[in-house]
Each structure stands twice: as C-alpha cells, then as structure tokens.
C-alpha cells in the first residue's frame, strides 16, 4: 500500500511584503511582529516602539500607530484625559482595546517619513505626559 501526501506550495503574503517594502523605503526599523496579523513593533524613536496596523475601512487602506502603555502605569481618569486632548494639537489620541489595555493611537493616510516620525515621535512623548499620573514624591524629599 503506497501513501501518498499532496503538499500545497504556500503562496508567499503579497500584502505583508508590501507594508515591509514601505517601511524598509522609509527607513523603519521592524523589531518584531505586532499583536495582529497585518502589524509589526517598529523603533519609533530612541526609547519607544510603537505597533504599526494595517487597516481597512470600505476601499481605503492605511496605517494606524499604536503605542501600548506599559503594566503599571498609573493612567489619569477618563474625564481628565479628555480634557487634556481637548483644544490641543494632538495627533495622537486615548484609546482602549477589547481586553481593556489603554494605548494612544495615530491614524494617518500613509507612513510618514523621517521627519514627520520626528514630530509624531515629540507629540507621542506630549500626548504620553498628559496621560500618566505623575509619580508622588514622598514628603520628606519635597522639602
């Protein structure tokens, strides 16, 4: 009795190449796979990663930034994040995902250049500070 396997060749991901093209033309440093399919960690700046997502809305297609807070963050209250953002250049804005994390989010028509990383990289750190609750220092050490 001969057994016989009929082994498919994977069609290599056209889509996934693409984005990795783009962000190798760009000068983005890919770290390491994003939490979904279609995203990727790259270094955005000298101390921050940030995931990049391909998204989809009826025909369009375009990238989304995602910086995820780290455990432990002490976050402002929804109320007081809201009016931080509020009246403020921010291109980065709040957000939560399915399983509750918070993380600011960057929505843009394409994946900017050096220097637009440069300013999303300095609105990244703004937006950052007016989401995290300031450590107390302990009164001894405030006089």
């Not at 962000?23 to 995203?39: C, E, N």
């Not at 997502?53 to 402002?76: I, N, Q, W």
Request: hydrophobic share 40%.
């Amino acid at each position: 009795m001969i057994l016989a396997e009929w082994i498919e060749a994977k069609k290599p991901d056209t889509l996934a190449q693409e984005w990795i093209n783009q962000m190798g033309a760009l000068d983005y440093q890919i770290v390491g796979p994003g939490q979904s399919k279609y995203s990727w960690m790259v270094k955005f700046s000298i101390t921050r990663e940030v995931e990049i997502v391909h998204c989809v809305a009826g025909s369009f297609v375009f990238p989304t930034m995602k910086f995820y807070f780290a455990d432990g963050e002490k976050l402002r209250r929804p109320k007081e994040l809201i009016a931080a953002f509020f009246n403020r250049e921010m291109f980065w804005y709040p957000c939560t995902d399915e399983e509750g994390k918070a993380f600011l989010s960057c929505d843009m028509t394409t994946l900017p250049d050096r220097s637009g990383r440069e300013l999303l990289a300095l609105k990244l750190e703004e937006a950052i500070s007016a989401c995290i609750v300031p450590k107390k220092t302990p009164k001894k050490l405030r006089k």
